[in-house]
């Protein structure tokens, strides 16, 4: 009988234990969102123009090599293609923007570089800068002359970020560290 009971009692343990372990898991990992949350073409002037909104909540490693003068890179990886019936899709378009995001400090401030245009911005907190960062407005994507028009194009979108400026070498020395991450590809459609 008070072996029954013990039994009970442990394996309510074990469950509140789990239980507890489940929720502490989903909490890391709403904190650690990193994703695609939003993103839509529309034609400016004859180009289509991307506008889009990444969560780009940084590992600990990202936020820890940031914090020691270490850049790291935002990519954005895009894809057009157009949907063929009795075919493969056909790609029509590849493209890459990338950004790098470092810390001076000397000045105290985080810059972000724009590594296709060399345009650049400073912030007061890293706060503001993966703000700015978050929000694509107005990237030009695609000429319209390159779609056929009334057929369907999908667009497909991928960020990652990686912490740049180590040598391969180093990153085997310490491999348990995170040094780059992905978000799904998030894919939608346009008819021009």
């Known amino acids: 009988m008070h072996a029954t009971r013990r039994l009970r009692a442990g394996l309510r343990c074990i469950a509140l234990l789990w239980l507890g372990g489940m929720l502490a898991f989903g909490a890391q990992a709403a904190e650690e969102r990193f994703e695609i949350r939003n993103a839509f073409a529309q034609p400016v ?11 780009l ?13 270490i850049p790291l890179t935002l990519v954005l990886d895009i894809e057009v293609s157009r949907e063929r019936r009795f075919l493969l899709d056909e790609g029509v378009a590849e493209l890459q923007q990338r950004w790098r995001l470092e810390y001076d400090a000397l000045s105290e401030r985080y810059v972000v570089v724009n590594l296709n245009s060399r345009a650049q911005a400073t912030y007061p907190s890293l706060e503001q800068a993966l703000d700015d960062l978050s929000r694509i407005d107005g990237l030009p994507l695609i000429d319209e002359n390159l ?27 310490v491999f348990w560290r995170e040094w ?6 998030y894919t939608w459609s346009i008819r021009p």
């Not at 940084?58 to 914090?67: G, I, K, V």
């Not at 780059?180 to 590809?185: D, F, K, P, V």
């Open 57 to 69: 909540s940084l590992s600990r490693a990202a936020l820890d090599a940031l914090a020691e003068g």
């Open 45 to 55: 002037d004859g180009v289509w123009q991307l506008t889009a909104i990444v969560d």
């Open 180 to 185: 780059s991450r992905s978000t799904e590809w």
């Open 147 to 173: 779609l056929v028009a009334g057929s369907r194009h999908d667009v497909s979108l991928r960020a990652s970020v990686e912490i740049g400026g180590i040598s391969t070498a180093v990153k085997l020395l």
